[in-house]
Every structure is written in C-alpha cells, then in structure tokens.
C-alpha cells in the first residue's frame, strides 16, 4: 500500500444494501489488518456485492515508520472537543492530520449513503492471544457480534478514552474491534482474512452461498477462539505512563488465568500484583502505550438477558427520582450523578441499564447510555437482529 493512499479499497455493488467500513492501522505497528484487507478486497467487483465497502487505511505515517504512533496514539484522541479542536486548526501535527483526514472521511460516507451502517476496526495485540471481539456496550453490538464464533469483550469505553469506535458508536452506528492475534504472527493475518470474509456475509454486503470457504473461515476462528461466543466484561485496568519504567513478567497471554495477589509485572515503585482474581487482557509487551494489562471475567447469561430486558423499557428512567441523580441530557442519553452520590450506587446497577462510558468533573460524574443514541430502527429488519 501506498504511504499515501488512505483508502485501500472502495466498491459500490450493482444491488442497493448496507454500506460496510473496515479500519485498518490505526496503530502503526499493526498492519495486519491492512494486509488483510488488501488480500480479501483486491478480487471483488462490483456484481459481487451488494451496497459499498469502503477499506480505509488509519495512521498512515505511523505505518510508514512501523510504528505504533508518532506522537500521540491516533486511537485515544477520538473525543468531541479534541476533534472540534483539531478541525478548527490550520496547522496540524502527525496524529492531528491523520484524525482530520479520517474524520472528514467518515462524515463523507456517512452522508453519501442511506445505511445500515456497519464499522469494523482491525487491530492486534503485543502478546499472544487468542482472536477476540471488543465492543462499546449496546444491544445491537451484543447481537450482531454473537455471529462470530470468538470471545467478545464488553465495557472497553468505560477505560479507554477516545477510541475510534467509541466515537462511532456513541452516534448509535453498530461498530466493533476484531484482534486478529500477536503483531508479528502470520496466524493473525490469516484470522483477519476470515474475519473480513464473515463480516461481509453477516452484514448482508455478500451471500453466504457466493462465498465457498464460508465454513472453513467460521470453523477457523472458532478454533483459534477456543470460547464459543462467550462474554467477558473488564474489571481492571493498570495504566501507566513512560516514568513508571513499567514491565510486563514474560509468559502472560490474554485470557490466561490469573489470581487475586499474583505477579504481574514490575515498575519503579517495585512488583505489581493482580488486584482480582479473573484473566489477563492485553497484557503489554511493547515500548508505547498507556494501558499496562486489563484483567476482564465471564458475564452471566442471565444478567445479559436481564440487562437487555430493563433497556428495552428504558428501565433507567427510574434513576432520576434518586437524589443526587438528574439528566444531563436525556436525548443524548447523559445522567448527571453528584459524587458524594455515585460513591453508594453499585457500578453492575449501571452496567445493567446500559451506562459504561463516563466522565468526571470537580463535582459531578457523567453517565453515557449507548442504548438511548443506538440508531436500532436501522437494523430492525437485519436478519442477526433480534
């Protein structure tokens, strides 16, 4: 790929249907995705598919330099005021550029086609891992991803600032991250190849019956994926900064077990132990990064049913009648929690009734609700939905 061309690939179908956006190399340090990408995209034409598919290469510097980010990390940075900030500027840097660039993009596609809308982003980790789904928290996330045979991982808004897909996600769009594998290993392109396949199949852009590999690239990603279609949500997360002198012991790879009090790594202030008892997540092997390890653990099926009961009556209405508890912005989806307040109330209550993501003020904790801005009327007639 040419360090210039921001997209890889876009396709318009002869035949009207949804409009498919993949993300590959946000991280520079990940052209797994790209590579991927390229190889499943490069055949197709235009009678092969039906609505658009749009590859679009992310950090495309970052990518040159084989490196995660120049700097600053392009996925962190995906807020309202630092993309209202940054579209204003005139002279921007690196990252800056890039997310202008991107950001002018996605409001392009956004306006040049009716939907449904469907964004993927493409990454890999710096340890050994088996594939995995991470998803911002919404009904039409948890439904669409169930179709892919790997694990899906809950609640990453509620830890990482900025991400792309959060961005995407909170204008109610259905979005999702695939990690293929570890940076370096062939397997982990080759998991992105039958991730892509599927994905085109799932979103209804291709006919299962066109597509002959169908079953080897479902069983492929079941194998890797060992859990068939489990949730696991994020309980912790060690963050860190380059005066920590963080370092990961060797031989953690995501989703091994841990327990509560284990070794987990080192920093300046001496060894950092495992403050639960669950699975590493992500450990970090590699020099740029902010997130040291995440320890996630297995959702209840019951508490997913209950969660998707109590937000399809808007059950979280009833919040408001608490003290301490008003609307921030309700069309948004925004509770407004005085501190003193949201010290007492139970972070799973919250979890249930779909708020995850938040944001802290002097005095007052902010509440995001994916569920009130999630566009579902636009996937009610999908096949996956239900």
Known sequence: MAANNRIIKHITGLKPGPTVVFFGGIHGNEPSGVYALEKVLEP??????????????GNLQALEKKQRFVKEDLNRIWTPPRIDSITDQTELHYEHRELHDLHELL?????????????????????????FITINDAIINRSFSKQFPVPIVLGIEEYLEGALLSYINQMGYVSLGFESGQHDDIQAVRNHIAFIHLALVFTGLRDRA???????YFEQLKSEGEF??????IIDLHRITEKDQFKMYNGFDSFQNIRKGEKIAVHKDGVLKSRYNGKIF???????????????RSINRVFLKLSVWLRQIQADGLLKFLPGIVWHDKKKGILKVDLKVA????????????????????????????????????????????
């Open 282 to 296: 992500m450990p970090l092997y590699q020099q740029k990064g902010s997130e040291g390890f995440f320890v996630i």
């Open 44 to 57: 197709l034409t235009r009678k092969d598919i039906s609505g658009n598919i749009y590859a679009i290469a």
């Open 107 to 131: 409001q392009s596609i956004l306006q040049d086609h009716q939907g449904p809308f469907y964004f993927f982003d493409l990454h890999t980790t710096s340890s050994k891992t088996l594939p």
């Open 228 to 233: 068939d279609t489990c949730f696991f949500e």
């Open 210 to 216: 066109d597509l002959k590999k169908f079953e080897l």
């Open 343 to 386: 010290k007492f109330m139970a972070k799973p209550i919250f979890h249930l009734l779909g708020y995850r993501n938040k944001h802290i003020t002097e005095t007052n904790l902010l509440l995001y609700n994916r569920e009130r801005v999630a566009k579902t009327h636009m996937y009610k007639k999908e096949k996956w939905y239900r």
